[in-house]
Every structure is written in structure tokens, then in C-alpha cells.
């Protein structure tokens, strides 16, 4: 049982490159998340999915894109990357949506933009 | 949007004392629960112990329990005993009531270090 998985673990990018980021979970989560961890700063929430084909803003959305085709995957695009989106970038998801439990995460991607 | 206030950026330890790590928290729910998450140096987000608001008993696992005032919305890690293994980042957090689907809020963290 792999859990949340994440590809890639690292990747450096110039600005102005593209790139995605794949979420993957094997636990039949409905709710999926992607965050964003900056010194300081704590998880910041990006955008957010309650099912496959819907997908939602959250805190800090400008720059990213994202795709829920499939329930088990959760996709981030980053259409023309910036310096400002250095960051770890993590993905989450919970098995039952509601308060009651906790988010499970992958183990995050850092993104380094020169 | 909710606001979770971490006020401890860094803390220190002797090894097999005790330290406590507060965090305080808005929300307009009146039932929720609240959460506490590990980062070591490897990065991975590793859950703590989490409080369900509308129970007054305070949770506990293990050598880690937490202070719970609701009323005062604080939401308060002690962890007893502490061990080498210990040491990390440690975050609050609380659900997001602002439309997030029930995503979580997070404080900044505190660091904490312990000192064999």
C-alpha cells in the first residue's frame, strides 16, 4: 500500500518553463489537495479537488493549473514557471470528506526555479 | 479565511524533559477538529494526535497530549519524555471553513530542538 505518492521528488527549472507534478493515491480518497511550503510561511493551500472532474482554488492559486480526470490522480501544472515558485510542493488526500480525518501526504516535490 | 498562530518559531529541550508547543486558532465552526503534524528532516508530514472539539477530555498518545481550551481556542502540544527522534518541525493545524472543502489551515510551525 504505497499511499500518497509524488513524482518527481526534485526538478529545477528556468523561468519561463512548464512542468507538472503528479499526485497519485491508492487509497480511494475522494478529496485531494496540493500545498505549497515556504519557510516561515507553513502549508499554504493551492488548489483542491472534491471528485475526479472537479477542481477548486484555495489560498494561492495564481500561476497553477490543475486535473482530476482520474480519482486516484491529482495533477499540478505550472504553465510558465517564476523564482517565486521555488517551494516544496505537497499533495494530500483524505478518505473521508468532513473534518473528522486527517490528511494523508505524499512526501513532496522540491521545485527550484532559476 | 481561518488564521492558525503559532508563537514559538523555535523551542529547545534537554533530552527526557518535557516541552510544550502552543498554538491558538480561529474558526467559526462550532464542531471540528484540530490537528498537530511532525516534519522531521526528511520532510515527510507525519500526524501527531488530533482533538475533536466537542469532547472535553484532553487527547493523548502516547508521550504526547494536548492542552484544549476551547473557549480560548488554544490547542496546545506537550510532549513528555522527549527524545532524540523528537526533533522537527512541528505544525497546528485546524480545518478551513473558507469554502477549502475541509482542507486544513496550518500555523508557520515551531522548531523544535532537543538537546542531548
Known amino acids: 500500500n504505497a499511499g500518497v505518492t509524488q513524482t518527481p521528488k526534485f526538478r529545477v527549472l528556468k523561468t519561463g518553463q512548464s512542468m507538472t507534478l503528479l499526485c497519485a493515491q491508492d487509497?480511494?480518497?475522494?478529496?485531494m489537495y496540493w500545498y505549497r511550503q515556504d519557510p516561515g510561511m507553513g502549508l499554504r493551500l493551492i488548489h483542491y479537488?472534491?471528485?475526479?472532474?472537479?477542481?477548486a482554488k484555495g489560498e494561492v492559486p495564481d500561476g497553477y493549473n490543475v486535473s482530476r480526470l482520474k480519482k486516484q490522480n491529482f495533477l499540478l501544472g505550472l504553465e510558465s514557471a517564476a523564482p517565486s515558485q521555488t517551494s516544496v510542493y505537497f499533495c494530500?488526500?483524505?478518505?473521508?470528506?468532513?473534518?473528522?480525518?486527517?490528511?494523508?501526504f505524499g512526501n513532496g516535490t522540491r521545485l527550484t526555479v532559476t | 479565511a481561518q488564521t492558525v498562530t503559532q508563537s514559538q518559531p523555535e523551542m529547545s529541550v534537554q533530552e527526557a524533559e518535557t516541552v510544550t508547543l502552543s498554538c491558538t486558532y480561529d474558526?467559526?465552526?462550532?464542531?471540528?477538529?484540530l490537528f498537530w503534524y511532525k516534519q522531521p528532516p526528511s520532510r515527510q508530514m507525519i500526524l501527531v494526535i488530533r482533538?475533536?472539539?466537542?469532547?472535553?477530555q484532553n487527547a493523548t498518545e502516547n508521550r504526547f497530549s494536548v492542552n484544549f481550551q476551547k473557549a480560548a481556542k488554544s490547542f496546545s502540544l506537550k510532549i513528555s519524555d522527549s527524545q532524540l527522534g523528537d526533533a522537527a518541525m512541528y505544525f497546528c493545524?485546524?480545518?478551513?471553513?473558507?469554502?477549502?472543502?475541509?482542507?486544513?489551515?496550518f500555523g508557520k510551525g515551531t522548531h523544535l530542538i532537543i538537546q542531548p
Open positions: 494530500a488526500s483524505r478518505i473521508v470528506p468532513g473534518q473528522t480525518s486527517p490528511l494523508h
Open positions: 487509497m480511494n480518497h475522494e478529496y
Open positions: 479537488s472534491v471528485g475526479e472532474g472537479t477542481t
Open positions: 474558526t467559526s465552526e462550532s464542531d471540528y477538529y
Open positions: 482533538q475533536e472539539a466537542y469532547k472535553q
Open positions: 493545524a485546524c480545518p478551513d471553513s473558507g469554502g477549502g472543502a475541509d482542507g486544513l489551515t
